[in-house]
């Protein structure tokens, strides 16, 4: 009870956006997703047009928003009204005119067509349903030499493992090819986790 409790007065003093995010977060996610470099591996330019789908709490939203700069445009993209609701504000307060937040659908992240030089998803990929269908559609979305990174846990240990939040690489590579993508790039850099870039496959 006092548990319930305790989770309810967070709850009400954090807002449903926050608390989602900080529980998406914890307190050690920095030390084990390692998200400097993760985007010093993605080589995040000035002037690039990121499309961060299933942004949450804007965990790399905001850390996209620094490298691309003020010219450029981070998309920050979720399906959920509490975190949309959240990354308005967090949008706002800390006056980030280069973030702009999409509710998308979960067929379609309704990201403009062919404006996108990297779509980034993180912790989401397990949860697409008709992947090979969303990454399909998503290639109007893409400017020419466009990459898509896929972060997700690859299912080996613990909670991701018991509770299917995974995707097993081979799954990965297969659902990108059948959508017309060429794996370019396979990072060995987080425990547990796949880091994989794709770049559309040139025609045939």
């Known amino acids: 009870v006092r548990a319930l409790a305790l989770l309810a007065a967070l709850t009400a003093a954090l807002g449903c956006g926050a608390w989602k995010r900080f529980a998406y977060e914890g307190f050690d996610r920095d030390s084990w997703q390692k998200p400097e470099q993760v985007i010093l591996r993605l080589g995040i330019a000035a002037g690039d047009q ?35 609701a ?46 090979v ?34 995707t097993p690489k081979p799954i990965v590579v297969d659902e990108l090819t059948a959508a017309g993508y060429r794996l370019v790039a396979d990072h060995d850099l987080i425990d547990r986790q796949n880091f994989l870039v794709f770049e559309p496959a040139p025609a045939s």
């Open 50 to 84: 990121v499309a961060d789908i299933g942004a949450g709490g804007g965990y790399f939203t905001f850390r996209f928003a620094d490298p691309v700069g003020e010219s450029a445009r981070v998309y920050a993209v979720d399906v959920d009204d509490d975190m949309i």
């Open 86 to 131: 959240y990354l308005h504000e967090r949008t706002r307060e800390e006056g980030r005119s280069n973030v702009e937040v999409i509710r998308g659908e979960f067929g379609d992240p309704l990201l403009p067509d062919g404006a996108i030089d990297l779509v980034f998803t993180c912790d989401t990929y397990h949860h697409l349903t008709d992947r």
């Open 133 to 166: 269908a969303y990454f399909t559609k998503l290639r109007a979305d893409l400017v020419p030499g466009a990459r898509i990174a896929i972060l997700d846990f690859d299912g080996s240990t613990g909670f991701a493992k018991w509770f299917g939040h995974a």
